[in-house]
């Protein structure tokens, strides 16, 4: 079993940054790669970014290549999604989710956190 719990998103202006976090606890979180979600309104969830176990790979949607930047730091228990030069159609609700493989197919993960609240004014 593995808790996922997201913080950081809000209200930010186009062209600004935020920094989402999602803390894991249930697991070692070294043996799962992890992934970002996010889902706007109307729309199905889609894929944003995913990094394998040790953080060597990633893999990014097209939609946010060169913008969003995924980290995680396995001694705290944490990935990160930095992003940068945010656009409205960013706006969505951001999910973490873990793996046990290094995947961008929703259907490969196997835990969620809540969500978090990213809205992009223009």
């Known amino acids: 079993q593995v808790q996922l719990v997201e913080s950081g998103g809000g209200l930010v202006q186009a062209g600004g940054s935020l920094r989402l976090s999602c803390a894991a606890s249930?697991?070692?979180?070294?043996?799962?790669?992890m992934g970002w979600f996010r889902q706007a309104p109307g729309k199905e969830r889609e894929f944003v970014a995913a990094?394998?176990?040790?953080?060597?790979?990633?893999v990014y949607a097209d939609s946010v290549k060169g913008r969003f930047t995924i980290s995680r730091d396995n001694a705290r228990n944490t990935v990160y999604l930095q992003m940068n030069s945010l656009k409205p159609e960013d706006t969505a609700v951001y999910y973490c989710?873990?793996?046990?493989?290094?995947?961008?197919?929703?259907?490969?993960?196997?835990?969620w956190g809540q969500g978090t609240q990213v809205t992009v004014s223009s």
């Open positions: 989710a873990s793996t046990g493989l290094f995947s961008r197919l929703e259907r490969s993960y196997d835990y």
């Open positions: 990094m394998s176990r040790s953080g060597g790979s990633t």
């Open positions: 249930g697991r070692t979180f070294s043996s799962y790669a």
